[in-house]
């Protein structure tokens, strides 16, 4: 089994900051893979960043400058700091990671269950 643990949401005014964690663990082989999505109420889950090694990440327009993503390799995790964030930045934030459970397996999708993150204006 494998499992995404988030942590570090919460309810913060607008330009504040929070840190967000997700580690991975169980049965995994290697991560090609980890990052965030975001899902608002009534809105399509979309992808806010990605990492897949250190000079190689992916941010949504909406949030390039205020987001920084990071990945630690040895524990399994990944960090996403948001500063000035901004109302429209509330959504449930969901950690996903693409992963081979075994060397002899194809990477798979895998997903945490999410953390609320409510922007205050």
């Known amino acids: 089994q494998v499992q995404l643990v988030e942590s570090g949401g919460g309810l913060v005014q607008a330009g504040g900051s929070l840190r967000l964690s997700c580690a991975a663990s169980?049965?995994?082989?290697?991560?090609?893979?980890m990052g965030w999505y975001r899902q608002a109420p009534g809105k399509q889950r979309e992808l806010v960043a990605r990492?897949?090694?250190?000079?190689?990440?992916y941010y949504a327009d909406s949030v390039k400058g205020r987001f920084t993503i990071s990945r630690d390799n040895a524990k399994n995790t990944v960090n996403l700091q948001m500063n000035s964030l901004k109302p429209e930045d509330t959504a449930v934030y969901i950690c996903?990671?693409?992963?081979?459970?075994?060397?002899?397996?194809?990477?798979?999708?895998?997903w945490g269950q999410g953390t609320q993150v409510t922007v205050s204006s």
């Open positions: 996903h990671a693409i992963l081979k459970r075994t060397v002899a397996t194809f990477p798979s999708n895998y």
């Open positions: 169980g049965s995994i082989f290697s991560i090609n893979a």
């Open positions: 990492i897949i090694s250190d000079d190689n990440t």
